[in-house]
């Protein structure tokens, strides 16, 4: 079920309308019901793949608790985490590696002359599963470290696993936070729970959320896979474009989904953590990731670069820990060389950059550089945003030669003249469809100035402006959904990327 469907038109307000009815005590059923049924539209026997995993993640917790009840050697616990990552871990793997596993296998058989493996059996990747495996996986580490208690109540910690809103793409929520409101979920009041300013929230946040998928991301990708599709005919104007505009894509793409399910859950009553924060106006790779999909690069940075020793030690082993982590992270968003070396790219701009930061500052300070100044500051933003869509480049090709040959193409295909012969017309999208864009970029690049100058969020700073101004923002944007919103025949509703991950 998708967040830009009429099916989750119909599923929300139904949805909401029955939680703010039914009695406390069993309104986390009622979500965990809706939560099981919006994840079975998909696929419903996959539904059993989440129930184990959510089993199996509480059943560790709950032994974690008696081992800490009965004094058990820490050598115990460890092996009950390690059993529960090893179980879900595995899991993972098979749904999502197997292929990639028993292609590079293949390769190399075919080229020591042996025969290959055939495919033993077939079977479709189940949506949002790398998602809600770190959130369960999480939880263990969490109840470990006894940073949370275990949960004793296993429908409610499902529904924590399950939770509608953020289950297929994120956030990807800590127990820390999601968890314990579930556990508060009884003790809201008629007051909190229908709380007017609350609801008109989180309905405007999901709002923009809708306004970043179905007008920019949605109006955009016609572009990109116009390029991409056909890379081989274009020069270097033109990918430039393409790369450039997916990375607009892919974070309004993204940033929607996890905006409307911030919104979606703020309606009802809970709060999930922010999971961009105007990433393309970071002044660094480090201040990117720092932006980027928060959820994410925390969990890798809590239960995988820290547990090696993060920067807590030598130099050549901080490397280490980078580069593991960005490489493990590459291949956590799919099951291809090419996204193995995004990460890894990622993870090499990183070390060059702390390589080469005593050297860059002795320079600024030579050529007296205002790091202060405007100009400087918008230096290494621009910079940023180059490497940053160089190495999305290898994250959206569908291999690594192609995104190889592409890079080459870029830089011995030059065509300067289509800067000025309307070529940038012909990509998918008509002059109209193109000012469309433009102007719907405009109103992106705003409300991002507007979070990053006022460290808050849209919905925070219409808040603190006059219901006049309230009433029009939101009327801007419903129209612009409405009269511009890419709805496809018969509204083929788009797929969020991040649904294959």
């Given at each position: ?410 830089f011995t295909k030059p065509d300067w003249w ?20 433009l102007s719907s970029l405009w109103i992106l ?57």
């Amino acid at each position: 079920m998708l967040f830009n469907s009429f099916h989750f038109i119909l599923f929300f307000p139904a949805v909401v309308l029955v939680y703010f009815i039914v009695p406390r005590k069993i309104r986390y059923l009622w979500l965990l019901f809706a939560s099981y049924y919006f994840y079975m539209s998909w696929n419903a026997k996959y539904a059993v793949l989440i129930a184990f995993s959510t089993f199996v993640t509480w059943g560790s917790g709950i032994l974690l608790g008696l081992c800490r009840k009965r004094g058990a050697k820490s050598t115990v616990k460890k092996w009950v985490v390690a059993l529960s990552f090893v179980i879900n871990l595995s899991i993972l793997a098979f749904f999502k590696y197997f292929d990639f596993a028993l292609g590079n296998v293949n390769v190399l058989l075919e080229s020591l002359g042996w025969k290959v493996v055939e495919r033993p059996f077939d079977f479709i990747l189940p949506v949002g599963i790398s998602f809600y495996t770190f959130q369960a996986l999480s939880y263990t580490m969490d109840v470990y470290r006894e940073e949370i208690e275990p949960e004793k109540n296993i429908l409610k910690y499902a529904l924590f696993v399950s939770f509608f809103p953020q289950l297929v793409a994120g956030p990807i929520e800590r127990s820390k936070n999601l968890l314990v409101q579930i556990e508060q979920i009884d003790r809201l009041d008629w007051k909190t729970l229908y709380q007017y300013d609350r609801i008109a929230s989180g309905l405007r946040i999901m709002l923009w959320g809708y306004f970043l998928k179905m007008v920019i991301a949605d109006r955009i990708a016609i572009l990109v896979n116009t390029v991409y599709d056909a890379w081989y005919f274009y020069g270097t104007v033109e990918l430039v474009l393409a790369a450039a505009a997916f990375s607009i894509q892919i974070y309004c793409d993204f940033a929607s989904y996890s905006t409307i399910a911030v919104g979606a859950a703020k309606v009802m009553g809970f709060t999930l953590m922010e999971n961009f924060d105007t990433p393309y106006f970071s002044r660094s790779i480090r201040e990117f990731w720092r932006r980027w999909h928060i959820s994410l690069s925390t969990w890798f940075k809590d239960y995988l670069y820290i547990p090696m020793g993060g920067s807590r030690c030598g130099r050549l082993k901080r490397h280490r820990n980078m580069m593991v982590t960005f490489l493990v992270s590459g291949l956590w968003h799919g099951a291809s060389w090419h996204f193995v070396v995004w990460g890894g790219i990622h993870g090499l701009f990183q070390v060059i950059a702390a390589e080469t930061r005593g050297v860059r500052d002795r320079l600024y300070e030579k050529c007296n550089t205002k790091c202060a100044s405007f100009s400087f500051r918008f230096g290494q933003v621009a910079a940023t945003f180059v490497l940053t869509t160089f190495a999305w480049i290898f994250f959206r090709a569908e291999t690594l030669s192609q995104a190889c040959s592409y890079i080459g193409r870029i830089f011995t295909k030059p065509d300067w003249w289509a800067l000025s012969d309307g070529t940038v017309y012909r990509l998918g999208l008509k002059r109209m469809e193109m000012n469309i864009l433009l102007s719907s970029l405009w109103i992106l690049f705003a409300v991002s100035v507007v979070k990053y100058k006022n460290k808050e969020t849209l919905d925070v700073f219409l808040a603190k402006q006059c219901a006049w101004f309230r009433w029009l923002a939101v009327a801007v944007l419903f129209a612009y959904i409405f009269l511009f919103g890419i709805y496809g025949p018969g509204f083929d509703a788009s797929q969020f990327i991040y649904f294959q991950f």
